[in-house]
């Protein structure tokens, strides 16, 4: 690919993006599905200006490990360590209920297979897919209702974030799983050796960076260190432990999100994420999916899973809660609050995508589950809540 054809596709792709994501805002929408559309646009699927390329899959694997880094570093380990015991079990059964309930629905659709064929771990892969939470919709929904701070959004926010640590390891165990050689306790072992190595090194970079923002506070040195980490820490858990590259990148973010720079590490990384590498990623998601190819089974699928990813986390938190000693409104709160799915759920297909597990026609179905989860998601919060300060106002 010479460099007039990625310059024509880089112009393409950020005008496009940035154009679609100020639209979805505009309609209240994530901007990450603005930027995918933009891709369906521009790709194979309508006006095929932009084909896929190395070029374009090697910069949407860096926007890829900048938003694990990024999402690391925005980890708060005080309320992790404080958020107890329920939202643990929460988190669990977030997790949980979509994983198996997402593995059903693919053999439902394509036929059961034995444990440990090529067609279970593709089952259990798309299981995968529906494990991960995105609460950034509803945490704005909450903070616009005044209720952020209360013990369902602080209960959702912490059952969120440990949601996020137990999805990475699920997805780290099912890549390993791919390689037909590999066995679980083998995976299980060689993905604990790369978090015990993790927290010991994690505990010496840590002091080293701690001393490094005392001597050069807010310096541009200081996020640079930290984007070396993250490359470091993804090319260590991917060639040494064959944990995915991008668990590497989420536990550096998290190594450094205690940091008095961190949000200031945070911001820096922003910039290049938010102005080229994100944008070629969320567009190469588009780029990768071709709408042509959907037939009626794929579209009767896709459907199926936006339900199934739906349900369950409403399902799995909200009875979980329910039996936590929530009453019946909050727990269905908390449910609603868990279900919506943004940049990490696409971010877990595009790794099985790498790895061969699953095609990009189920691209589809995601992107669709992304939709309608941030549509759906404030709407629904906000009728909970008006339905309880109408029950609860005099009469």
Request: one cysteine or more.
């Amino acid at each position: 690919m010479d460099t007039i054809q990625i310059l024509r596709d880089l112009f393409i792709i950020i005008v496009m993006a940035k154009l679609f994501g100020l639209i979805a805002r505009r309609l209240h929408a994530p901007q990450v599905a603005g930027e995918i559309i933009a891709g369906l646009l521009i790709g194979p699927t309508l006006l095929n200006l932009v084909n896929p390329s190395d070029f374009l899959s090697g910069m949407a694997e860096i926007g890829v490990i900048l938003l694990m880094f990024s999402a690391g570093l925005e980890t708060d380990i005080d309320k992790l360590k404080k958020s107890g015991l329920k939202a643990t079990i929460l988190a669990c059964t977030g997790v949980g209920v979509p994983l198996v309930l997402g593995t059903l629905l693919y053999m439902a659709f394509y036929g059961f297979a034995a444990p440990g064929s090529t067609e279970f771990i593709k089952a259990l892969f798309i299981g995968t897919i529906l494990t991960a939470t995105s609460v950034s919709i509803t945490v704005q929904v909450l903070k616009e209702l005044g209720k952020i701070s209360t013990e369902v959004g602080t209960t959702i926010m912490s059952a969120a974030i440990i949601d996020d640590v137990i999805g990475i390891v699920v997805l780290t165990a099912v890549l390993g799983l791919k390689d037909p050689n590999a066995n679980l306790a083998a995976v299980c072992l060689k993905t604990v050796a790369f978090f015990a190595l993790s927290v010991v090194v994690g505990m010496i970079i840590f002091k080293i960076m701690s001393k490094a923002e005392a001597k050069w506070p807010h310096t541009r040195r200081i996020p640079i260190m930290g984007l070396a980490l993250a490359f470091a820490m993804s090319y260590v858990a991917d060639k040494y432990f064959g944990v995915a590259d991008i668990t590497g990148a989420y536990v550096a973010g998290i190594i450094l999100s205690s940091l008095d720079n961190s949000e200031y590490i945070d911001r820096k990384m922003d910039i290049n994420s938010y102005m080229l590498f994100g944008p070629v990623f969320f567009a190469s998601v588009g780029l990768q999916t071709n709408l042509r190819s959907v037939d009626m089974t794929i579209l009767a699928f896709s459907a199926a899973f936006v339900v199934v990813g739906l349900l369950g986390k409403v399902v799995g938190c909200g009875i979980v809660a329910k039996l936590l000693k929530y009453n019946t409104s909050d727990s269905l709160k908390i449910g609603v609050g868990m279900m919506t799915r943004g940049e990490v759920a696409l971010i877990v297909a595009q790794r099985g995508l790498k790895a061969g597990i699953v095609d990009s026609r189920y691209f589809t179905a995601v992107i669709l589950l992304i939709i309608l989860s941030s549509i759906l998601t404030p709407i629904i919060l906000k009728a909970i809540y008006a339905s309880d300060e109408k029950a609860n106002s005099p009469a």
